[in-house]
């Protein structure tokens, strides 16, 4: 489990990228990139990290179920998943 401040910091940081985007964008096709540089630094989306919806784990992520490979495996299991069974041969 990640703490419960790096969670909130990544939201933070969603939150402030999609406030500034449109001005960002704006600046971006203008070439005026003084301007950019005065923005808030985690207004870029590069800052933004993908974590693991249930657990907040930023390594291993897989991006088509939004969970980590440890969560996927669990889940998996279980049988949480549509369409993902263990394979065996």
């Known amino acids: 489990m990640a703490k419960e401040s790096m969670k909130a910091r990544e939201v933070k940081r969603k939150k402030m990228v999609a406030k500034y985007a449109a001005k ?6 203008a070439g005026d990139y003084q301007a950019l540089q005065k923005l808030p ?6 800052r933004m990290h993908n974590r693991c919806k249930l657990t907040g784990r930023p390594k291993g992520y897989m991006r088509t179920f939004g969970v980590s490979r440890v969560t996927f495996r669990e889940m998996a299991n279980q049988g949480l998943i549509p369409g993902v069974r263990k394979a065996s041969w």
């Not at 960002?24 to 096709?29: I, N, S, T």
């Not at 630094?41 to 590069?46: E, I, L, Q, T, Y």
């Open 41 to 46: 630094k985690d207004a870029s989306p590069v």
């Open 24 to 29: 960002r964008k704006a600046l971006k096709e």
